[in-house]
């Protein structure tokens, strides 16, 4: 059957602005190995190339997730079945998909239900509490999250706790239930520091040091923002640090600590830019513009505001791109 055909058409113009990604030596080698290979390795190369294609090109990364897909029904292999129906919803959710990644990862979790694995149930909930959260359906998240936290404290899995209490606090924060936030991100900083997991410790104490500046806590903030940002760069998490040194410059801005707050707005877009975040750049312009539009200085702060406009606009476009991606690959599979 075919459909949608001018459509299609405006599809494919449309995405001729945009710049093919080349492949790189990983991917290239991954694709010589498919043709010599038993359809049970495939089944995992496909999902390495479903990986390296998730963020960058919705067409290929759908392609090889179908391929692996097909193939693990084909042998009946269900928790692979399960693994790509969850990986095959990130990518949709990934390129704004949110009902069809959600979709995906309900399949994978009835799938992980029948087999009575309650990692995998538990795993699948978590996964599902994250694109619910990411849509700002926080009450869905928590009960998501919250049936999670719950199986895997049956299974005495203290990593998986970590990260289940530490998503819980965080949709408290969302929610204004500050007591609440602080509960479960002190629990989960608790098992973190016990076992070790460096980038959940930094999280918990990221996301207490917001909890406190919304309480008006600015010292507070800043003590743990700044623990925060020590972890996340001992770490070499570059992303994380310069999204803290900016939640930090907001803090010092709302103490109206203008010094320090143009420090580390200019090293918080520093690290973005080092570490190529365009999201983070565009947060840090627009911190900057806040602090010299509250110094009085209008001339720089619209300077910074138009660096943050056009990084705001350059982020609406890609995800444009995507969604156009994503419509031109169903168009293609309507043809077929």
Sequence with gaps: MKVLTVLGICICLALQTV??????????????????????????????????????????????????????????????????????????????????????????????????????????????????????????????????????????????????????????????????????ELASLKISEKIGIGDNRAYALGILGQVYKAQGKYDQAIKYQERAIDIF???????????????????????????????FAQKGLKTATESQSIEWQKEAYHVLSDIFAVRGDSTTAYRYHKKYAILKDSILNESMVKQLAKLQSLYKLSEQ
């Design 19 to 184: 710049v093919a990604q080349d492949t790189t030596p990983y991917v290239d080698s991954l694709l010589k190995a498919l043709p010599t290979v038993h359809d049970t390795v495939k089944i995992k190369i496909y999902r390495e190339l479903t990986g390296e294609y998730g963020g960058t090109n919705l067409n290929k990364a759908v392609e090889y997730g179908e391929k692996a897909l097909t193939l693990t029904r084909k042998y009946n292999l269900k928790i692979m079945e399960a693994n790509m129906l969850d990986m095959l919803g990130s990518v949709y959710a990934h390129q704004g998909g949110y009902t069809q990644g959600l979709e995906y990862k309900l399949k994978a979790l009835e799938i992980y239900r029948k087999l009575g694995n309650k990692k995998g149930i538990a795993q699948l909930n978590n996964n599902v509490g994250v694109l619910h959260f990411r849509n700002q359906n926080y009450q869905q998240a928590l009960i998501s999250y919250e049936i999670a936290l719950k199986m895997v404290k049956e299974l005495g899995d203290e990593a998986s706790e970590s990260t289940y209490l530490l998503n819980i606090g965080e949709v408290y924060q969302k929610l204004n239930l500050w007591d609440k936030a602080i509960e479960y």
């Design 233 to 263: 760069h001992r770490l070499q998490d570059f992303t994380a640090e310069a999204e803290y040194l900016i939640r930090i410059a907001e803090t010092y801005l709302a103490q109206r600590n203008f010094l320090n707050a143009l420090n």
